[in-house]
Antibody
Framework: QVQLVQSGAEVKKPGASVKVSCKAS????????ISWVRQAPGQGLEWMGW????????NYAQKLQGRVTMTTDTSTSTAYMELRSLRSDDTAVYYC?????????????WGQGTLVTVSS | SYELTQPPSVSVSPGQTARITCSGD??????AYWYQQKPGQAPVLVIY???ERPSGIPERFSGSSSGTTVTLTISGVQAEDEADYYC????????????FGGGTKLTVL
């Protein structure tokens, strides 16, 4: 069965960076992409960006351009999302989700979420 | 920036039909997707490409599209359907920026 297992909760200070991992299993990793979606406390869902696990192509949300980097390690079927220059409003649950391989489209399986707390 | 508009809340009694709408200018050209999210859990895809149902999703969940509005319909609502529901689509330019609606809280009375 398809599973996406994310790394554990993080607490970071403003200005720091965080890197969240997402290990995939149960499907051919390079036949799909991975999107990252975050959810601030009590708020809705916000798409952050996408990476193709086939060729590494990326597409980032405009508001995060320059602060976010998404990568994959095909040898371990793991996707990573790094967010830099953290601010308090980056406090959120971060989800990875399986997406299409050629272009971001929709999310059929989701990880369990990783809480990132930004606080001084 | 492109927006999808959902009602903040919908309430129905068990066994009734719930309809949750999502409006956006690009919806005649772009597919819509629907996700269910229960408290403390990750979202679950319940409808894709306007009206397709993933395997494992109960038949009482259906989707439809008309012009700039898409609708998620839950027939014979059960208590377990109480959740937040989000629509998702892309803008008309085809330059994908994943866009979510603000979410609708479905309350089963």
């Amino acid at each position: 069965q398809v599973q996406l297992v994310q790394s554990g909760a993080e607490v970071k200070k403003p200005g720091a960076s965080v890197k969240v991992s997402c290990k995939a299993s149960g499907y051919t990793f390079t036949s799909y992409g991975i999107s990252w979606v975050r959810q601030a406390p009590g708020q809705g869902l916000e798409w952050m960006g996408w990476i193709s696990a086939y060729n590494g192509n990326t597409n980032y949300a405009q508001k995060l351009q320059g602060r976010v980097t998404m990568t994959t390690d095909t040898s371990t079927s793991t996707a990573y999302m790094e967010l830099r220059s953290l601010r308090s409003d980056d406090t959120a649950v971060y989800y990875c989700a399986r997406d299409r391989v050629v272009t971001p489209d929709y999310f059929d399986y989701w990880g369990q979420g990783t809480l990132v707390t930004v606080s001084s | 920036s492109y927006e999808l508009t959902q009602p903040p809340s919908v309430s129905v009694s068990p066994g009734q039909t719930a309809r949750i709408t999502c409006s956006g200018d690009a919806l005649p050209k772009q597919y819509a997707y629907w996700y269910q999210q229960k408290p403390g859990q990750a979202p679950v895809l319940v409808i894709y490409k306007d009206s397709e149902r993933p395997s494992g999703i109960p038949e009482r969940f259906s989707g439809s599209s008309s012009g700039t509005t898409v609708t998620l319909t839950i027939s014979g609502v059960q208590a377990e359907d109480e959740a937040d529901y989000y629509c998702q689509s892309a803008d008309s330019s085809g330059t994908y920026g994943g866009v979510f609606g603000g979410g609708t809280k479905l309350t089963v009375l």
